[in-house]
């Protein structure tokens, strides 16, 4: 059985860190034309803090 732990389920951690090492692709999905990916990258964006509305 594998152990997780609370951090390993947080997605405002996760988004975090994927904003700070993959901020380039993070961007580019913000700005793409298909709404799915813009709404990822929003989202990535807003939960690593970088979004306040």
């Known amino acids: ?3 997780k732990t609370l951090r ?3 997605f405002a951690i996760w988004a975090q860190q994927t904003y700070e090492t993959k901020k ?3 961007d580019f999905l913000e700005n793409s034309s298909d709404p799915f ?3 990822i ?3 990535i964006k807003k939960y690593a803090g970088m979004i306040t509305k």
Do not use: F, I, Y
């Open 24 to 26: 380039e692709a993070v």
């Open 1 to 3: 059985m594998e152990n």
């Open 41 to 43: 990258g929003v989202l």
């Open 37 to 39: 990916e813009r709404a």
């Open 8 to 10: 390993d389920k947080d």
